[in-house]
Nanobody, 127 residues
Framework: VQLQASGGGLVQPGGSLRLSCAASGFTLDEYTIGWFRQAPGKEREGVSYIGRSGGSTFYAGSVKGRFTISRDNGRNTVYLQMNNLKPEDTADYYC?????????????????????WGQGTLVTVSS
């Protein structure tokens, strides 16, 4: 069972990146997925979340309107499209999977509720 996050890199402010979270060893459509990030010297925080079918999504206030989460269960992959990136978006980004029904809005940021975590992919926003 493995989650592989990828797509990070260096981008200028205002630019875009698309992160991918690919699952192997299990069927992703049985899991809801969260994206988290951890900036240097800061605690990890929730960024976005998507239900199993993709019909339910949540976003942190700091990224709402700029980031879009989506999933392609046929490809066993979840995406995070990040637009209008800001220097404060610089962080290691992680995806996490939770088996079962979707979490409610007040719970999806709780890291303890997730079963599997991928390694981080670094996003650096700088001119």
């Amino acid at each position: 069972v493995q989650l592989q996050a990828s797509g990070g890199g260096l981008v200028q402010p205002g630019g875009s990146l698309r992160l991918s979270c690919a699952a192997s060893g299990f069927t992703l459509d049985e899991y809801t997925i969260g994206w988290f990030r951890q900036a240097p010297g800061k605690e990890r925080e929730g960024v976005s979340y998507i239900g199993r079918s993709g019909g339910s999504t949540f976003y942190a206030g700091s990224v709402k309107g700029r980031f879009t989460i989506s999933r392609d269960n046929g490809r066993n992959t979840v995406y995070l499209q990040m637009n209008n990136l800001k220097p404060e978006d610089t962080a290691d980004y992680y995806c996490a999977a939770r088996r079962g029904y979707r979490l409610i809005a007040s719970a999806w940021m709780n890291e303890k509720l997730y079963d599997y975590w991928g390694q981080g992919t670094l996003v650096t926003v700088s001119s």
